[in-house]
T-cell receptor, first 110, second 113 residues
Framework: GESVGLHLPTLSVQEGDNSIINCAYSNSASDYFIWYKQESGKGPQFIIDIRSNMDKRQGQRVTVLLNKTVKHLSLQIAATQPGDSAVYFCSQGSSYKLIFGSGTRLLVRP | DTGVSQDPRHKITKRGQNVTFRCDPISEHNRLYWYRQTLGQGPEFLTYFQNEAQLEKSRLLSDRFSAERPKGSFSTLEIQRTEQGDSAMYLC???????????FGPGTRLTVL
């Protein structure tokens, strides 16, 4: 079946350091992948997406890498800030449906 | 605030009761989605609408669940004869037809006692 899984449930980083959140997926037919951030008591918030025909995309302080050979997705956050503390979900989508993984909690130490 | 809104934010009910949630999407968006999220898990797709047409329902959406979007604007999700296993966060999202970014609302947290 389709699944999107994450390697680590919790990631703790020092403020100012870079964070890397990893994700494995199983469905090769997805058209795109999206990273969402979810803060406590809120709905998921879009961070960045990447089309399946790309291997890297950069945003503001964030970079997403896609390795289709090993079905692996990662989110890199540069100079991690306290406001980055949240649960991060990778998701894969095609046409309309998003399939989410179980999430990684990012804790930023002051 | 022009984002997706959901009402109520919290609902506590007794097993066997019916509940109804409302979602108001971003007004320009044609598509509206419902997801369910349990603690520590990512959202799970339930159903989606293209304007007023409900185009897909997940296997997770049992016969006790029904969703409507009568005028292609707001949507309601009703759960009949609630069970304790229905306790979860119910999230609504909306998007443009051609857009891949889904904008999520804050969710309705349902607790079934």
């Amino acid at each position: 079946g389709e699944s999107v899984g994450l390697h680590l449930p919790t990631l703790s980083v020092q403020e100012g350091d870079n964070s890397i959140i990893n994700c494995a997926y199983s469905n090769s037919a997805s058209d795109y992948f999206i990273w969402y951030k979810q803060e406590s008591g809120k709905g998921p918030q879009f961070i960045i997406d990447i089309r399946s025909n790309m291997d890297k995309r950069q945003g503001q302080r964030v970079t997403v890498l896609l390795n289709k050979t090993v079905k692996h997705l990662s989110l890199q956050i540069a100079a991690t800030q306290p406001g980055d503390s949240a649960v991060y979900f990778c998701s894969q989508g095609s046409s309309y449906k998003l399939i989410f993984g179980s999430g990684t909690r990012l804790l930023v130490r002051p | 605030d022009t984002g997706v809104s959901q009402d109520p934010r919290h609902k506590i009910t007794k097993r066997g009761q019916n509940v109804t949630f409302r979602c108001d999407p971003i007004s320009e968006h044609n598509r509206l989605y419902w997801y369910r999220q349990t603690l520590g898990q990512g959202p799970e797709f339930l159903t989606y609408f293209q304007n007023e047409a409900q185009l897909e329902k997940s296997r997770l959406l049992s016969d006790r669940f029904s969703a409507e979007r009568p005028k292609g604007s707001f949507s309601t999700l009703e759960i009949q004869r609630t069970e304790q296993g229905d306790s979860a966060m119910y999230l609504c999202a909306s998007s443009f037809t051609s857009g891949i970014e889904q904008f999520f609302g804050p969710g309705t947290r349902l607790t079934v006692l």
